[in-house]
């Protein structure tokens, strides 16, 4: 299908910026919004780009289909929760067997199901696409990971390909990802991985300035090297990093990062729902992600501002505030060798461990998914763009698309080698009272998946069948899959039972 005119539901920043790529693309563009101050805004944005002329607005569903061509092609830019459903019930009596709804923003993948097959009952298609890459990305071209019935791809995969970024050799960072909700829980699963590299790279930052003494230029040039070769290369959150280390606020001079308060809320404030999804969904499936979990928990207690605030009091001093590290200029190299390594152990970890994740629910779900394809979407135009990464994994899912790459030669020697700078960099930090959750929990990921030691969890076992009669396994038997064990010993009789054989022996 080629797409010449195209609506657009949402005029928020997302939206907004989608509208001015596709005009960039040669469409028509038709926007939509309950709020007359965000569609002016919406075209006062398409004016400056210079779209004034192909982007328009319409303050109704009627008008807004009055300029589509058929088959209709809508682009859904939304919160997540009811407000898509409400737009779909203002739409259907003016969609049409064959017509397309892209939902484009970050919604859950169950919801995205049940709309798929809300509009499958009348011939339409509903396409959920996650992207990725911020409001620049979708001025740009984001990454994309859509999924839907084969008919509604084939459909929408030209227009797809044309306005998606493109990676270093051209290739568009967009595939099918599979059926039903699967490109939005691929999208909920990035921001998952995300959220875990942000915060392993948050603790690092502090651990240089406050730790180490550097100044936030200084930092910005560590960033950018590490993103120039080696382990972290073609990194997007080093190469941020150093433009946010090194910008001054134009009215003052001062460090806009010194002014930003240390408060993580979009998790808090329902705005942001696939950080918590990724945790939630893990746990339903019961795969372990220390590394993002521990960033997750870490981002809530950070936007409990006030209730730290009122701890600290309550305690009467600081119990942890970083005190300075022993730099030295003979040891300062070596310090942030371990530092780079540190991060690379957390950004690996937690891409494995979200691929692990979807690797599961692509089992479950029966979605097909194609995890060649999702390497590659990720190599351009996203947040967790990391191009040496995803070099070391594509040609592992290329190999296998069932690969368990925890276990894969190649990324388990990758892991061995930031053994001792991690474990260096954590024992630091806690000695000097860093705060660095993310970094500790990776450590511990890597020790408990790794020990030839029996787990502490032998004795917990122990207590719970003691308690609970919860059953276990025995240590000659096999690793075995997680499954209730075969064995319970009987450590103190209940007492009434006990009464009873005093009873029947007398």
């Known amino acids: 299908m080629d797409v010449k005119k195209i609506a657009v539901i949402g005029a928020g920043s997302m939206g907004s910026m989608m509208a ?57 830019s939304l919160p997540h929760g009811k407000i898509p459903d409400m737009v779909l019930d203002g739409l259907m009596p003016h969609l049409e067997k064959g017509d397309v709804v892209i939902d484009a923003s970050n919604e859950h993948w169950e919801r995205t199901e049940r709309r798929q097959g809300r509009l499958a009952k009348m011939g339409a298609h509903f396409v959920g696409c996650g992207v990725s890459g911020g409001y620049q990305s979708a001025r740009s071209g984001p990454s994309m990971c859509p999924s839907a019935s084969d008919e509604a791809l084939d459909a929408v995969m ?23 909700g699967a490109g939005n829980y691929v999208k909920m699963m990035h921001n998952g991985i995300e959220q875990g590299m942000l915060c392993g790279l948050a603790e690092v930052w502090s651990i240089m300035h406050r730790g180490m003494g550097m100044t936030y230029p200084e930092i910005g040039d560590v960033f950018e090297a590490w993103s120039k070769t080696g382990e972290l290369r073609d990194n ?22 010194s002014k930003i308060k240390d408060k993580v809320v979009q998790d808090a404030d329902d705005s942001e729902g696939t950080m918590y ?30 209730q730290r605030h009122e701890m600290q009091h309550a305690v009467g001093s600081a119990l942890g505030s970083t005190t300075p590290w022993h730099v030295t200029a003979e040891n300062k190299a070596a310090l942030l060798e371990s530092l ?17 994740v979807i690797a599961k629910a692509n089992q479950t779900n029966k979605w097909n998914v194609s995890f060649p394809s999702v390497i590659k979407i990720w190599r351009g135009g996203c947040i967790i763009r990391s191009g040496a990464i995803s070099s070391l994994l594509l040609p592992i899912y290329e190999a296998s698309n069932t690969a368990n790459i925890a276990t894969d030669p190649t990324i388990t020697a990758e892991l061995r080698k930031t053994y001792a700078p991690l474990k260096e960099v954590v024992l630091r930090a ?32 122990a207590q719970m069948d003691y308690f609970g009669k919860h059953m276990f396994d025995l240590r000659s038997d096999p690793p075995g899959e997680p499954v209730t064990g075969k064995h319970h010993f009987e450590w103190k009789p209940p007492k009434g039972l006990e009464s009873m054989v005093e009873e029947l022996s007398t």
């Open 20 to 76: 001015c790529l596709f005009a960039e693309h040669g469409c028509q563009v038709t926007i939509n919004d309950p709020s007359e101050a965000s569609r002016k805004a919406a075209l006062s944005a398409a004016k400056t780009a210079g779209f004034e002329k192909q982007i328009s607005a319409a303050a109704t569903y009627e008008d807004l289909c009055k300029g589509l061509a058929s088959p209709q092609v809508f682009v859904l």
């Open 158 to 180: 030209p227009f797809f390909r044309k306005v998606a970024a493109k990676d270093a050799e051209g290739n568009p960072c967009v595939a099918r990802i599979g059926y039903g």
């Open 236 to 257: 997007f959150l080093l190469d941020i990093g150093a433009d946010i280390c090194r910008q001054k606020d134009h009215q003052d001079g001062e460090y806009v990062l």
């Open 277 to 306: 999804w990724s945790v939630e969904t893990a746990t339903d499936l019961h795969v372990p992600i220390p590394t993002i979990a521990a960033s997750h928990n870490f981002r809530i207690a950070s936007a409990e501002a006030q």
């Open 340 to 356: 780079r390594l540190a991060t690379y152990s957390v950004f690996l970890a937690s891409f494995i461990q979200g691929l692990r």
């Open 430 to 461: 806690t000695e000097n009272d860093a705060v660095v959750p993310t970094l500790s929990a990776n450590l511990e990921y890597l020790k408990y998946s790794t020990t030839a030691q029996d787990l502490p969890t032998m004795f917990e076992e």
